[in-house]
């Protein structure tokens, strides 16, 4: 069982670790500290719930399905894109920081919903958990330590993101380094859109 768990632990850590724009907003909430551990525990879920899906054999519905995940990839471009720019103008403007936050903090109802959309809005989320994972668990002695494992990955990288990015918020929130994190941030999730808009992660 202890081999699975660690089998599940690492592939799906190499797997959600690559996944950019997810952890790119849990660590900018974090930054922020602003409703953080909710954004986290958004993304712990749902990947928990997508892993144990595949195990169970959701994934061949997926595949046989295409036209879902076309249409999930435009509409996750249009996402990504409308993300991207508001990052990108609060780098360019100036408008982050703790106190603009701290004078404009989104409800926790929007971060958990804007949480969700950028985890299911990406493909390549559903192939990874969906078809991936399950695939390499298939061929483990003990399907169940497998899963375990799996969902430990999210359980352990989010919590870090989330601790991580609130501990080093004092240092990140400085005025110039939030307007780097936020071009930053804003760039990678532009790069993912036009990498889904290419099909590249689709």
Do not use: K
């Amino acid at each position: 069982m202890l081999e699975s768990y660690l089998t599940g632990l690492l592939m799906s850590g190499s797997i959600i670790v690559a996944i950019g724009a997810q952890n790119a907003y849990v660590l900018g909430r974090a930054v922020r500290r602003e409703h953080h551990w909710w954004a986290a525990g958004m993304c712990m879920s749902t990947d928990a719930l997508l892993i144990t899906a595949g195990m169970l054999g959701v994934g061949a519905l997926l595949i046989a399905a295409p036209q879902v995940m076309e249409v999930l990839r435009w509409v996750g471009v249009a996402f990504l894109a409308w993300l991207a720019g508001q990052a990108l103008y609060r780098a360019v403007t100036g408008c982050h920081g703790l106190e603009m936050s701290a004078q404009r903090s989104d409800s926790i109802a929007s971060v958990l919903l804007t949480t969700l959309a950028v985890t299911v809005l990406n493909p390549q989320v559903y192939l990874d958990t969906l078809v991936l994972i399950p695939a390499v668990g298939a061929q483990q002695t003990n399907a169940s330590g497998f899963l375990g494992g799996a969902v430990s990955a999210s359980l352990l990288w989010f919590s870090l993101l989330a601790w991580g990015g609130a501990a080093l918020s004092p240092w990140l929130s400085r005025p110039t380094v939030w307007r780097f994190i936020d071009a930053a941030i804003g760039m990678l999730m532009l790069i993912i859109a036009i990498s889904l808009a290419s099909g590249g992660l689709g």
